[in-house]
C-alpha cells in the first residue's frame, strides 16, 4: 500500500522534540525505520517520495516560489477561513511568541477540525510528492526535466492541489504538511547519510555516483534483482559490483566531503604520507558538465553545485566548452562521452584577469532574466564567460570515480584545449606531504595567493574521487578549503553599528531561547561621525549586510545590550539609508542607541542591485560593550579597505607581502 503521511508525522515530531532538545534523531530514526520496514521496502511504496518528504531542501530541481506569506494565503482559502481566523493563521508574525505558520494552522485545526477519513482515504506520501511535484512543474526556476511546456492544454493543478490536501488532513499532519512545502524542518535537520543508510544500506553510495532519488532507486533495486539471481542467498552487494556503477550523463554525479583547514598542520595531517594537489581557488560558479558528443551543441548539459540543471542559464558558455574539447573537429580526444568539472567566471581581456565574483550576474541569466543587476555597469566589449576545468569524472563509458587524482587529471591535460581568457586547466603544484619541506612549500603557496589577491586554496590528496575500498562512511574521498578568514582573526574587518533588527518565526526555531525578538541584524558604517561628536548631530547610517548570530551570541545580545527599539516608522532617532534590493527578513525595528559589532568576512563583494562594496560572507567576531556607535567605520573607510582588498595587487606593496607572510606564519600552528 501507499506510505501514509501520518507515519511520516510520527517520527518527524519525535524527532523534533529531540532537536529542540539538541540531542541527535538518529535513534529516532533508526527506531523508525525497524519499524515500518515492511512499508519502506514494499514494492509499491515510492521511496524517492518519502526521501523527498523527509529530506525537502535535496529537491532542489524543485521551486515552489512559496514563501509563508503565499502560503499562508492558499491555507485561507483551502480551509476556508473567515476573517477573524485569518487574523490567528498570522499571528506567528509576532516576535516572542516562538510561533510559527505551522504551529498556527495546526491551533486551528485543533480547534475546528477537518472531517475524519477512513483510512484508505487519508493523505500518503505519494499524493504530497505528486502535489508538490505539480506545483513545481509550473514554476520557470525549477529544473528543465520537471518543468510543464507552456504550450501544454493539460497543466497539472499546482497550489490548488495544495488547497485539496490542506482539507484532508489532521491538525498535526497540516503542521508538518506547512513545514515541508516550506522545505524547513528547523531545527531539525536529519543527516542525509542516515536516512539514505536506513532506507537501504546500498542507497548513501549509488546516490554519490548518481544524485538523484528516483535514478539512484531504480538503479539500487536492479543490482539487487541481478545480486538474487545470482545468489538467493546473498543479502549485501559486494565493493566490486558497487565500484561497476558508471555515471550516467544527465544525472548529476554527487561532490566529493569537503572540510574547511584552520591551520598548514591540519593541511598536512590530512592527507599525511602521500602527495596532494594545491590548487589556486577560482572565484566562480561550480559547474558539472556533461558532454555527449554524437549530440553536438544539444548533447552540453551544465549541472550547478546545488544539482540542477542550469544550461539554459549558461548558454554562453557552451560554445567555448565545444572549441575546448575540440568537438566535432579532427583530433578530439573524445569519443562518445565525458563528464568534467569545473569553475565558471568572467574574464577581462583588458586586465588580463578573472574579475570578481558579482560581475557574473552581468553575463548568466537566471531562466531568462538578469537578475540584481540594476545598478550594475552593463557588461564591457572586452568582458566575458570563461570555463577553468579541474576535473574529469567520466570518459567514453569508463568510470573514472575510482581512479587516482593524478591519474584523471593526466587525462583532462589530454583532453583540454587550452585558451587563454576562454577555457584553462587550474593552476595547481603538487606537494609530497612526507617531505619535510612540505609545511613550507604550503605557505609559500598560500602567501602567495594571498599576495595575489586570490579565494585561497583547494588541496586534494592524490586519491579517487570516492573510495569504494574504505569502511569509512560515507564513501568519500575529500577535499579541504584553506582561507584566508578560516585562520586566527584574519578576516576582521572592523566595528559596525548594528542600526535595526527583524524577525523570522522559521528561523527563529532555530534557537533555544524564549521570547525571542529578533533573528536578523542590519549592521552598517556612519555617515556623520564628526557632526555626531562634535554637534550631537542625527547620526545617519548606510545599511550594508544583514547577519545572524550564534545561540549563544544572540542570548548575550538579548541578556547585556540596551538597543532602544522602535518600529522604523516611527524612528526619528536615526537616519537609516536602507540597502538596495529585496531582504528575506525586512527590518521591523530600528535601535535608537546601536550596539557595535565587530565583523569579520571572507572578502568583499558589491551586492544585487549595488554599486558599491559589502561583506561578502560576513559573521559576527564579537558584541562590543565598551564602544560607542560614533566610532564605527565610517561608508568610506569600508569602501577605501575594500578597493584595497580586492584591486590588483602591487609588486611593491611591502604591507601587502608582509600580511600574507603573517597569516601563513600563523597558519603552520
Known amino acids: 500500500m501507499p506510505f501514509p503521511f501520518s507515519h511520516v508525522c510520527d517520527l518527524l515530531e519525535a524527532s523534533y522534540v529531540l532537536a529542540k532538545?539538541?540531542?541527535?534523531?538518529?535513534?529516532?530514526?533508526?527506531?523508525?525505520?525497524?519499524?515500518?520496514?515492511?512499508?519502506?521496502?514494499?514494492?509499491?511504496?515510492?521511496?524517492?517520495?518519502?526521501?523527498?518528504?523527509?529530506?525537502p531542501e535535496k529537491r532542489t530541481d524543485r521551486v515552489y516560489c512559496i514563501q509563508a506569506n503565499s502560503l499562508e494565503r492558499v491555507i485561507g482559502r483551502g480551509l476556508m477561513l473567515g476573517s477573524s481566523r485569518l487574523k490567528e493563521l498570522s499571528v506567528y508574525k509576532q516576535p516572542g511568541l516562538g510561533l510559527d505558520l505551522a504551529n498556527c494552522v495546526e491551533r486551528i485545526l485543533t480547534i475546528t477540525p477537518n472531517p475524519t477519513l477512513p483510512e484508505r482515504l487519508q493523505v500518503t506520501v505519494e499524493e504530497i510528492d505528486e502535489a508538490?511535484?505539480?506545483?513545481?512543474?509550473?514554476?520557470?526556476?525549477?529544473?528543465?526535466?520537471?518543468?510543464?511546456?507552456e504550450a501544454t492544454i493539460a497543466k497539472p493543478p499546482g497550489r490548488s492541489g495544495l488547497?485539496?490536501?490542506?482539507?484532508?488532513?489532521?491538525?498535526?499532519?497540516?503542521?508538518?504538511?506547512?513545514?515541508?512545502?516550506?522545505?524547513?524542518?528547523?531545527?531539525?535537520?536529519?543527516?542525509?547519510?542516515?536516512?539514505?543508510?536506513?532506507?537501504?544500506?546500498?542507497?548513501?553510495?549509488?546516490?554519490?555516483?548518481?544524485?538523484?532519488?528516483?535514478?539512484?532507486?531504480?538503479?539500487?533495486?536492479?543490482?539487487?534483482?541481478?545480486?538474487r539471481s545470482l545468489n538467493p542467498d546473498k543479502l549485501y552487494i559486494d565493493r566490486e559490483r558497487l565500484s561497476s556503477i558508471k555515471p550516467q550523463l544527465s544525472v548529476k554525479v554527487g561532490r566529493q566531503q569537503w572540510f574547511k583547514a584552520r591551520s598548514m598542520k591540519h593541511c598536512i595531517n590530512m592527507c599525511k604520507g602521500g602527495v596532494m594537489s594545491v590548487e589556486a581557488k577560482v572565484d566562480g560558479e561550480y559547474c558539472q558538465i556533461h558532454v555527449d558528443v554524437s549530440k553536438g551543441r544539444r548533447g552540453i548539459k551544465i549541472f550547478s553545485k546545488s544539482g540542477k540543471d542550469s544550461t539554459e542559464d549558461r548558454e554562453r558558455l557552451v560554445g567555448i566548452i565545444i572549441d575546448s574539447l575540440g568537438i566535432g573537429k579532427a583530433g578530439c580526444d573524445i569519443k562518445t562521452e565525458c563528464i568534467l568539472e569545473g569553475e565558471l567566471a568572467v574574464y577581462s581581456e583588458s586586465q588580463k584577469k578573472i574579475l570578481p565574483f558579482h560581475h557574473i550576474r552581468k553575463h548568466v541569466s537566471r531562466r531568462g532574466r538578469f537578475m540584481n543587476t540594476g545598478q550594475d555597469s552593463p557588461p564591457r566589449p572586452h568582458e566575458h564567460l570563461m570555463i577553468v576545468y579541474y576535473d574529469i569524472l567520466l570518459l567514453d563509458g569508463q568510470s573514472l570515480l575510482n581512479v587516482r587524482h593524478s591519474e584523471r587529471f593526466k587525462l583532462l591535460e589530454k583532453l583540454v584545449r587550452c585558451d587563454k581568457g576562454q577555457a584553462e586547466l587550474i593552476q595547481r603544484q603538487i606537494i609530497n606531504t612526507s617531505h619535510p619541506m612540505a609545511a613550507s612549500a604550503l605557505r609559500n603557496a598560500f602567501a602567495k595567493v594571498i599576495t595575489d589577491r586570490g579565494e585561497g586554496l583547494v588541496l586534494k590528496s592524490d586519491q579517487p574521487y570516492f573510495n569504494f575500498e574504505s569502511d569509512g562512511a560515507p564513501f568519500t574521498n575529500h577535499c579541504i578549503k584553506l582561507k584566508k578568514d578560516y585562520i586566527g582573526r584574519f578576516g576582521e574587518v572592523g566595528d559596525f553599528a548594528v542600526v535595526g533588527a527583524g524577525f523570522n518565526a522559521a528561523k527563529a526555531r532555530s534557537y533555544n531561547i524564549e521570547n525571542l525578538r529578533w533573528t536578523?541584524?542590519?549592521?552598517?558604517?556612519?555617515?556623520?561621525?564628526?557632526?555626531?561628536?562634535r554637534w550631537n548631530a542625527k547620526p545617519e547610517f548606510t545599511v550594508v549586510n544583514v547577519v545572524e548570530l550564534n545561540e549563544a551570541m544572540l542570548k548575550t545580545f538579548a541578556l547585556y545590550?540596551?538597543?532602544?527599539?522602535?518600529?522604523?516608522?516611527?524612528?526619528?532617532?536615526?537616519?537609516?539609508?536602507?540597502?538596495?534590493?529585496?531582504?528575506?527578513?525586512?527590518?521591523?525595528?530600528?535601535?535608537?542607541?546601536?550596539?557595535?559589532?565587530?565583523?569579520?568576512?571572507?572578502?568583499?563583494?558589491?551586492?544585487?542591485?549595488?554599486?558599491?562594496?559589502?561583506?561578502?560572507?560576513?559573521?559576527?567576531?564579537?558584541i562590543h560593550f565598551d564602544r560607542d556607535f560614533s566610532d564605527v567605520l565610517s561608508f568610506t573607510e569600508l569602501q577605501e579597505i575594500a578597493e584595497?582588498?580586492?584591486?590588483?595587487?602591487?609588486?611593491?606593496?611591502?604591507?601587502?607581502?608582509?600580511?600574507a607572510n603573517a597569516i601563513a606564519e600563523t597558519s603552520l600552528s
Open 132 to 149: 508538490l511535484h505539480s506545483i513545481a512543474a509550473q514554476v520557470r526556476w525549477s529544473s528543465p526535466s520537471i518543468r510543464v511546456p
Open 163 to 227: 488547497e485539496t490536501v490542506y482539507r484532508r488532513l489532521t491538525a498535526r499532519e497540516a503542521k508538518w504538511f506547512t513545514r515541508l512545502v516550506l522545505k524547513d524542518f528547523q531545527p531539525l535537520v536529519f543527516d542525509a547519510y542516515e536516512v539514505y543508510r536506513l532506507c537501504d544500506p546500498l542507497l548513501p553510495s549509488i546516490l554519490k555516483i548518481r544524485e538523484d532519488f528516483t535514478i539512484a532507486i531504480e538503479t539500487m533495486q536492479r543490482l539487487r534483482k541481478e545480486m
Open 21 to 55: 532538545a539538541r540531542k541527535s534523531s538518529t535513534s529516532a530514526l533508526s527506531r523508525w525505520c525497524y519499524q515500518h520496514r515492511k512499508l519502506i521496502d514494499a514494492p509499491d511504496t515510492n521511496l524517492a517520495a518519502l526521501l523527498s518528504t523527509l529530506l
Open 561 to 622: 545590550t540596551n538597543p532602544k527599539p522602535v518600529p522604523v516608522a516611527e524612528n526619528v532617532e536615526t537616519k537609516l539609508k536602507a540597502a538596495a534590493g529585496a531582504q528575506p527578513t525586512p527590518m521591523a525595528v530600528a535601535f535608537t542607541n546601536p550596539p557595535v559589532f565587530d565583523m569579520r568576512c571572507f572578502s568583499f563583494d558589491r551586492a544585487g542591485d549595488t554599486n558599491w562594496w559589502s561583506l561578502r560572507f560576513p559573521s559576527v567576531a564579537k
Open 644 to 659: 584595497r582588498a580586492t584591486s590588483a595587487p602591487n609588486l611593491e606593496d611591502i604591507d601587502s607581502n608582509n600580511d
Open 520 to 533: 536578523h541584524f542590519y549592521v552598517g558604517c556612519i555617515d556623520n561621525r564628526e557632526e555626531v561628536k
